[in-house]
C-alpha cells in the first residue's frame, strides 16, 4: 500500500465556477430536445450546491460525436424530497442529491 | 423445440444454479421489489435478444453454457473489489478520510483501479442513511463493484427510489426511523457511488477479511445494511 502522500486526488480543477458550495441555485425549467444529462423531474426545483465535482466535457456535445469542449463545470445540488415531489411520504428531512451542469443552474429568486 | 421456447424464463432460472459461481445471489432474494420483468412483457430490444440467442442455439453455434459463461466472464473483467475498500475503511480511520475525500483515489491504493471513474463513497451515520441510483440510464462503479445487479437497472427500481426511497428499502428488508435521514444520490453524469455502511457492533477485533465477508453488493449500493 503506497502513502497517500503520493496520490495525487483524481478531482478535475475548476478554477471558474460560478457558485459555491452553500449557494441557493434554481434548475432551469426548459425542455430541449437531444441527449441531456438532467433528469425532467428536477427541472425548475430550488436547491443547495452540496459540492463542485469539477469540469467535464458537455455530455449534450459527447454524446453527437464533438469532443465536449470547453468542459463545463459540474456541480452536486442537494434537493429536499418534500419539494421535489408534492406529496412525499417521507419526513421532512430526506434529501436526494444529483449533479448538475453549471449551464444548467441559474440563481435561485430567495 | 416449442416446449423449450415457451418455457425459456423458466429453464434459464432453474439453469442458473446448476453452474458452479461464487458471485452472490442478492438478485433471487425474497421478496424482490424491482427485478427486470416486473413491468408488464418485455420489451421489444430484449425479445430479439432472445429470439436472436434461441436462433443461434437451435442451429448449434452457440449453447446456453457459452452464453453463460461469457457472462460470468463479463464479471471477472470488473472485479469485486467493493468488501475489502469498506472493511478497510472500518478498521483505518485515516484510510475512510482518504476515501471520503477522494474516492477513486483511496481505491487505488488498495490496487483497485477505477480509470476514467470518479467515486464519491458517501458514509451512512445513525442520523444519515444513503442508498444509490442512476435514474437516466444504469451508471454503476463497475470497475469497483463488478457488473450491476438485474434490480439496479429495471424501471422500477430506478423510478421508484427517489421518490418512495422508504417504502423500496423496505422491500429490500431495511426499515429505518424517520429520525434517520434517507439520502439519495442519483448518478446522472459524472460521478459514480460506493454506500460506506456503519460497521455493525459486535465485530470488534475482526480482521478486515472478515469484516469483508460481512459486506454483500446490496449494502454498497444501500438498499440493505450489514447485520452479525
Redesign the interface.
Given at each position: 500500500?503506497?502513502s497517500?502522500a503520493s496520490?495525487?486526488?483524481?478531482?478535475t480543477p475548476a478554477p471558474v465556477h460560478r457558485y459555491r458550495v452553500g449557494d441557493k441555485v434554481t434548475v432551469k425549467r426548459t425542455f430541449p430536445p437531444g441527449h441531456r444529462?438532467?433528469?425532467q423531474?428536477?427541472r425548475g426545483k430550488q436547491g443547495v450546491v452540496e459540492r463542485i465535482?469539477?469540469t467535464?466535457p458537455n455530455?449534450e456535445e459527447l454524446a453527437y460525436g464533438f469532443d465536449g469542449l470547453p468542459a463545463k463545470v459540474?456541480y452536486?445540488v442537494r434537493f429536499l424530497?418534500t419539494h421535489?415531489?408534492p406529496g412525499?411520504?417521507?419526513?421532512a428531512?430526506?434529501?436526494?442529491?444529483?449533479?448538475?451542469?453549471e449551464h444548467w443552474l441559474e440563481p435561485a429568486a430567495t | 423445440m416449442t416446449n423449450t421456447t415457451h418455457d425459456y424464463y423458466a429453464r434459464k432460472s432453474s439453469d442458473h444454479h446448476d453452474h458452479d459461481h461464487d458471485h452472490d445471489h442478492d438478485d433471487h432474494k425474497q421478496p424482490n421489489p424491482a427485478n427486470e420483468h416486473d413491468n408488464g412483457p418485455p420489451g421489444e430490444y430484449e425479445i430479439m435478444s432472445r429470439a436472436m440467442q434461441e436462433l443461434l442455439e437451435q442451429k448449434g453455434m452457440i449453447t446456453a453454457a457459452q452464453v453463460a459463461k461469457r457472462m460470468e466472464l463479463f464479471d471477472e473483467e470488473f472485479p469485486y473489489h467493493g468488501a475489502q475498500v469498506v472493511a478497510r475503511a472500518w478498521v483505518d480511520p485515516?484510510f475512510k478520510q482518504?476515501l471520503l475525500a477522494?474516492g477513486?483515489?483511496?481505491c487505488?491504493?488498495?490496487g483497485a483501479m477505477l480509470e476514467a471513474e470518479?467515486l464519491?463513497a458517501v458514509e451512512n451515520t445513525p442520523e444519515v442513511h444513503n442508498v444509490i441510483v442512476c435514474?437516466?440510464c444504469s451508471c454503476y462503479p463497475r470497475a469497483l463493484l463488478g457488473m450491476p445487479p438485474t434490480w439496479y437497472k429495471s424501471r422500477n427500481y430506478r423510478s421508484r427510489v427517489?421518490?418512495?426511497?422508504?417504502?423500496v428499502l423496505k422491500e429490500f428488508g431495511t426499515e429505518l426511523p424517520?429520525?434517520v435521514?434517507?439520502?439519495?444520490?442519483?448518478?446522472?453524469?459524472?460521478?459514480r457511488y460506493l454506500v460506506v455502511p456503519m460497521r455493525p457492533q459486535g465485530t470488534e477485533g475482526w480482521s478486515e477479511v472478515k469484516l469483508a465477508g460481512l459486506l454483500s453488493r446490496d449494502m454498497l449500493v444501500g438498499v440493505t445494511v450489514p447485520k452479525v
Open positions: 500500500m503506497s497517500s496520490l495525487k486526488s483524481t478531482y444529462r438532467t433528469p423531474y428536477i465535482c469539477g467535464y455530455p459540474l452536486r424530497q421535489v415531489w412525499y411520504a417521507g419526513p428531512n430526506d434529501i436526494i442529491e444529483m449533479e448538475i451542469f | 485515516a482518504r477522494d477513486r483515489a483511496a487505488a491504493e488498495m470518479r464519491i435514474t437516466l427517489v421518490f418512495e426511497p422508504r417504502a424517520d429520525s435521514t434517507v439520502r439519495v444520490h442519483d448518478s446522472n453524469a459524472d460521478m
